[in-house]
Each structure stands twice: as structure tokens, then as C-alpha cells.
Nanobody, 128 residues
Framework: QVQLVESGGGLVQPGGSLKLSCARSGRFNSLFTMAWFRQAPGKEREFVSAITWSGGWTFVAASVEGRFTISRENSRNTMYLQMNNVNSEDTAVYYC?????????????????????WGQGTQVTVSS
């Protein structure tokens, strides 16, 4: 049974920073991809960023490129999302996702349908 647990969400002021974590537990093979998606009220789920676990390939949505950084810590089975210079459009529930397969293209990595494990989400609110 694979479980993903997000943490680190909260209230942050515009221009501020926040770091999200996603802890993975359960059995996984050595090749898999983890990703962050987000969903704002009244909007569809949106891809944010993804990383392959073995080689560390990363994919980033244009809307957050240069502001958000994805990373992983193999020893802790944890993925992170460092969010800098946030704005009101970053307000959303952020979800962690995973798949026992490595994706080497943006098209595959950014498609929510390609992930079969999801966390419960963590709320990020950007407001002054």
C-alpha cells in the first residue's frame, strides 16, 4: 500500500516563501515519478512540477518556472516544493502524486491521468 502525505501548507503573504513536503511510504520499485499538482476553487487541477526519482529529471510548469523548485531526498523518501515570490494566483490545494514509472517528457509528466497515487492535499493561501 503506497501512501503520500503532504505537509507545509498554510497562509503566506504575497512575495513570501513556503516549502511543501510529500512523504512517501509503502513499496515502490526504484523507477518512479513524483509530481505536484494544484487545484484552485472553481478551476481544474493544474500541473505544477515533477521529478523522476532515479535520475532527478525535473519538469516545471511555465506559470511557476523561476519561482518554484522541486527536489527530492532519497534517504527520507520525501519530495519537496520550494515556493518563492508567491502571488494570489498560487492559492490552491496542492496535491502530491506518484507513479511507478519514470517519465522523460513534459507531456507525460504533466498529465494527471498518468499518476495512480495521490495524497490528500495541503492548502496554500496567499494573502496579505
Amino acid at each position: 500500500q503506497v501512501q503520500l502525505v503532504e505537509s507545509g501548507g498554510g497562509l503566506v503573504q504575497p512575495g513570501g516563501s513556503l516549502k511543501l513536503s510529500c512523504a512517501r511510504s509503502g513499496r515502490f520499485n526504484s523507477l518512479f515519478t513524483m509530481a505536484w499538482f494544484r487545484q484552485a476553487p472553481g478551476k481544474e487541477r493544474e500541473f505544477v512540477s515533477a521529478i523522476t526519482w532515479s535520475g532527478g529529471w525535473t519538469f516545471v510548469a511555465a506559470s511557476v518556472e523561476g519561482r518554484f523548485t522541486i527536489s527530492r531526498e532519497n534517504s527520507r523518501n520525501t519530495m519537496y516544493l520550494q515556493m518563492n515570490n508567491v502571488n494570489s494566483e498560487d492559492t490552491a490545494v496542492y496535491y502530491c502524486a506518484a507513479r511507478s514509472q519514470e517519465y522523460y517528457s513534459y507531456g507525460y509528466a504533466s498529465n494527471a491521468q498518468n499518476y495512480n497515487y495521490w495524497g490528500q492535499g495541503t492548502q496554500v493561501t496567499v494573502s496579505s
